[in-house]
Structures are given as C-alpha cells and as structure tokens.
C-alpha cells in the first residue's frame, strides 16, 4: 500500500548521499555533464576544510554529497539519472575525465548507458522512450540463467549491458590506493 511520507520541500522520500574525494571537484562535474544545480545555501564546510554537506539539484532529484574524511572506506556510488540524451550525456562526461563503461544500448524502452567517473563512482544514464512498449521477459515464460552467473536475459545488447557490468564492478578500486 502506496502512503504519503511527509518530506521537507525540495526534498524526495529517497535522496541519494555520496561520500567522495574532492566533492568540490565531483559537484563541478555533475554541473557540467547533468547541468545539475547547486543548493549553494547548502553548502557546509567542517573544521578541516573539507565537505561536510552539498546538495545538488539533478531535475526532479536531491544530490547530497560530501567529502571523505582520512580513514573512511571508499564507497562508491551507484547511481541512476534520467537524460534527454544518452550518448551526448556519456560525450560530456568522457570530456571531463570519466570513462565509458557501457556504450549506449537499448534497454526495455530505454537507451542505458554507463560511465564511470573521475572520482569511481558509476552512473547509469538512460533516456527514456516513453512510446516503446516492453516488459522484463515479453511473455516468454520462465527465464533461465543461460551463463551460470544469475543473468537470466539473453540478447546481445542484454549481453553487453551485463558483461560490462561485472567489468567495472570488478575493477572498482579506492582511489586513494590505486595509482592513478
């Protein structure tokens, strides 16, 4: 059963907090390539200098972030956004530092593609197709894992999609102590 949560205005009942290195450089980076809008009233520094809390406007969403303090865990966010345009949305990033980690394929009615940015976070980026008509498995029954993996979903765009996945989730590393 679906309830009305009571929220603050300009929040959401879910809003995403990412703990990165150099945050600055991170809110600089979603400005550019989501045209995300910083809450600049938000925007708290802690004793050290560093981060504490930013938020960030991504359309309808709330990006908290903030810097990583010396000795916390790299945790790198996972995050999806919506855009007007996939692939020109992954030509934006890949200019300011990130890498591509999925090129843009279809996706259930939407256009998905990953990247990975500067700081190790990975973001999925799909545009949408609001008159594509698709489901998770179009009728065909039970779904059978057909690589021993758990993937259950065969095609090759379905295929590459998952492949790159397990790739980058693979490689992700603390930047800290990984040589850059």
């Known amino acids: 059963m679906a309830r009305t949560i009571p929220v603050p205005a300009g929040s959401?009942?879910?809003?995403p907090f990412l703990i990165t290195d150099r945050a600055s450089d991170l809110i600089a980076f979603l400005?550019?390539?989501f045209g995300a809008e910083e809450v600049s009233e938000a925007r708290t520094l802690d004793a050290d200098g560093l981060i504490l809390h930013a938020e960030l406007r991504i359309g309808d969403a709330l990006l908290t972030l903030a810097d990583r303090k010396p000795g916390w865990p790299?945790?790198?966010a996972l995050t999806r956004v919506y855009v007007a345009d996939a692939a020109a949305t992954l030509?934006?990033?890949v200019q300011?530092?990130?890498h591509v980690v999925?090129?843009?394929t279809p996706f259930f009615g939407d256009t998905l593609a990953r990247f990975q940015d500067p700081s190790g976070?990975?973001?999925?980026v799909q545009q949408h197709d609001p008159l594509a008509v698709t489901s998770w498995n179009d009728g065909a029954g039970p779904l059978e894992d057909a690589h021993g993996d758990g993937w259950a979903y065969s095609n090759p765009d379905l295929d590459e999609i998952h492949a790159t996945?397990?790739?980058a989730m693979a490689r992700l590393r603390d930047p800290r102590t990984t040589p850059g």
Do not use: I, Q
């Open 96 to 98: 300011r530092g990130a």
């Open 165 to 167: 996945l397990m790739v």
């Open 74 to 76: 790299f945790t790198p």
């Open 102 to 104: 999925t090129r843009p």
């Open 91 to 93: 030509v934006h990033a």
């Open 121 to 124: 976070n990975l973001w999925w």
């Open 31 to 33: 400005v550019e390539v």
């Open 12 to 15: 959401n009942t879910v809003n």
